[in-house]
C-alpha cells in the first residue's frame, strides 16, 4: 500500500491513505516473521495502533456501560441516560426485526453495535486510528456473525434451515434456479457485510483528508474550512448510520435463521 | 505502461460510485414520496430505509473497492 515518502513527484505532501498504514507501538521497524530484509515490524502478535485503538473502544463501552450506569439513579445522569438509550435503541431494534425470540441473542448483538460505533466515533479523533477502517477487523465480526447465524439455523430448525433455500412460494420449475441464486446470496452476505462498513469508514476518512489538504489554501479560500466542517458532520452521521446497518443486518439474518420459511 | 492503465481502470471503476448514488437517492426519494403520502405509516418504515439504502450503497462500496485494488494492488 502507500508508502509514507510522497511530496517528491509534486503531488499532495500527505498522501490520503497513510493514515490507515498500521504501525507496532512498541520497539523499532525490525521484522519478527522472516529473516529478510523490507518488513514493517508487524508480527502476528505485535501490539499496533490498531490493538491499542481496538482496546480502547472497549475501555469507552466498559465506562459507558459499567460505569457510566453504577449509580442506578431514578434521575439518570448525563452518561447513565447515553447507556439507557443505547439499550433501549438496540433493544427495540432487535424486537422489531428479529422478533420476541430474537431477544435471547440481544446482549451479543447489542456488544457488536457499542463496539462498531465506539471505533467509528474515536477513528472521528483528528491523528487517531479507525479500526473499522481495515478489512481484517470488519472481516472477524462479520465472520463471526455468519457462523453464529448458520450454526443457529441448524441447530434450531435442523435441516429444516434447508427450506431457507427453497423458495416454496415460487413455481416448481423455478425453484432450482432460484435455490443457486439463494445460496450463492448466502454465501456472499458476510463478504458484502463486512466490506460495506469498511468500505463506507475508509472512504469517509479518505475524503476528510483530501478536504484537509484543501485547508492548507484557507488563507485563500476560507470556505475550505467550513467544507471540511460540513464533511466532518457527514462523517459523524456516516459512522453511526454504519454501525446501526451492521447491526440491523445482523437482526435480520438472525430472523433468517430462526424463521427460515418465507 | 501497466501501471497507468490500471489508474484509467480505477478512474473508471468510480463510475460506479455515481451509480450508487443514482440508487440511494432512488431509495430516499421514493420513502419519501411514500411517507408524505401516508406520515402515520412512515416511522414504522425507517428500518427498511436504512436496509435498502445499505444494498444500494454497498455495490457502489464495491466498486470503490475495485478502484484501490486498481490503485495500490495492481
Known sequence: ?262 | MEGELAHIGAGLAAIGSGAAAIGVGNVAGNFLAGALRNPSAAASQTATLFIGIAFAEALGIFAFLVSLLLMFAV
Not at chain 1, 35 to 64: E, H, K, P, R, Y
Not at chain 1, 165 to 180: E, G, N, Q, T, Y
Not at chain 1, 187 to 211: D, E, Q, T, W, Y
Request: hydrophobic content about 55%; overall charge neutral.
Open chain 1, 1 to 262: 500500500m502507500a508508502t509514507e515518502t510522497h511530496g517528491d513527484e509534486g503531488g499532495l505532501v500527505f498522501h490520503p491513505m497513510d493514515q490507515f498504514i498500521i504501525k507496532p507501538l512498541f520497539g523499532g521497524g525490525a521484522l519478527p516473521g522472516d529473516g529478510s530484509g523490507g518488513g514493517t515490524g508487524v508480527g502476528l502478535f505485535t501490539i499496533t495502533n490498531s490493538t491499542f485503538w481496538m482496546f480502547l473502544a472497549i475501555v469507552c463501552v466498559v465506562l459507558l456501560m459499567v460505569v457510566g450506569t453504577s449509580k442506578r439513579a431514578i434521575v439518570p445522569s448525563r452518561s447513565q441516560s447515553i447507556a439507557e438509550l443505547a439499550y433501549g435503541f438496540v433493544y427495540k431494534m432487535v424486537e422489531d426485526v428479529a422478533g420476541k425470540e430474537g431477544l435471547k441473542y440481544f446482549p451479543y448483538i447489542m456488544t457488536l453495535f457499542l463496539f462498531i460505533v465506539f471505533a467509528n466515533f474515536l477513528g472521528l479523533i483528528p491523528t487517531s486510528f479507525t479500526t473499522t477502517s481495515h478489512f481484517a477487523v470488519t472481516v472477524v465480526l462479520a465472520m463471526a456473525v455468519f457462523l453464529t447465524v448458520t450454526i443457529l439455523g441448524f441447530v434450531k430448525n435442523g435441516a429444516g434451515f434447508l427450506s431457507l433455500f427453497w423458495v416454496a412460494s415460487a413455481p416448481l420449475a423455478l425453484r432450482p434456479i432460484l435455490a443457486v441464486i439463494e445460496l450463492i446470496s448466502y454465501f456472499v452476505r458476510p463478504v458484502s457485510h463486512s466490506i460495506r462498513l469498511a468500505g463506507n469508514v475508509m472512504a469517509g476518512h479518505a475524503v476528510i483528508k483530501v478536504f484537509a489538504g484543501f485547508a492548507a489554501i484557507a488563507a485563500i479560500s476560507p470556505l475550505s474550512v467550513v467544507a471540511i466542517t460540513a464533511m466532518y458532520g457527514l462523517e459523524v452521521l456516516v459512522s453511526f448510520i454504519q454501525a446501526y446497518v451492521f447491526t440491523i443486518l445482523t437482526c435480520v439474518y438472525l430472523k433468517d435463521a430462526l424463521h427460515p420459511h418465507h
